[in-house]
């Protein structure tokens, strides 16, 4: 089953009087219960394929179809909302909310999915925080966590709404290696257990080495999509 799919996709930038071209006829797809790295130098063009699929912006031409929807034309509410309910995101720079518990943090994925029932969010949100060893720290705010508890609590926020796809851009960046690699454990875990979907953009090899596919870009082209 295809969760994601692009189509003749281009993405261009205006520079001043010229025009940038990040990405030029990118054709791929993404399976349910894969864990693919997209690899490449800066400027490669993974950060901008990470968000066309993430739905954080517009191909300049071409389509993204998520779960056989096809998202040209839709709405920025519509946009929002398709965000919301079936993408999780999990950034370098963690991106939780700092006056809100780890509890809080995740709950809010639920909330912003228009999932109404108190008991339900209570539920899930615990047992999110649970599949990635935080079970003791529900009432810690982030400022008391350690960087590699802040991204376990991230995965938990993407995770709890069982979203179609887990995008997670350089989710090892600000960590060391070791938290790096607990990281890295859980979500090949979640993957395994739970058939949840990742996609990253990484420059760590560590990653790289441990992915199912690796789809290399340069200069906004894939170069080499190998799968293991």
Known sequence: MKVCSLENIVKTYPLGDLE??????????????????????????KSTLLNLIGLLDSPSSGSVILNGQNTKGL??????VTRAQQIGFIFQ???LIPVLSAFENVEIALQLSNVTNKQERKDKTAA????VGLADFFDRRPRQLSG????RVAI??????????????EPTANLDS???RQILDIMQHLNAEKGATFIFSTHDPMV????????RLQDGVITADETF
Do not use: C, Y
């Not at 071209?21 to 063009?45: M, R």
């Open 20 to 45: 940038v071209t990040a990405l030029n006829g990118i054709n791929l797809s993404i399976s349910k219960g894969e864990f693919t790295v997209f690899a490449g130098p800066s400027g490669s063009g």
């Open 75 to 80: 709405s920025e509410r519509q946009l929002g």
């Open 93 to 95: 720079s963690f991106n």
């Open 128 to 131: 999110a925080l649970e599949a």
């Open 148 to 151: 590699g508890q802040q991204q």
């Open 156 to 169: 938990a926020r993407a995770l709890v709404k069982e979203p179609a796809l887990v995008i997670a851009d």
């Open 178 to 180: 070791e938290n790096g």
């Open 208 to 215: 790289v080495q441990q992915a199912k596919r690796v789809i």
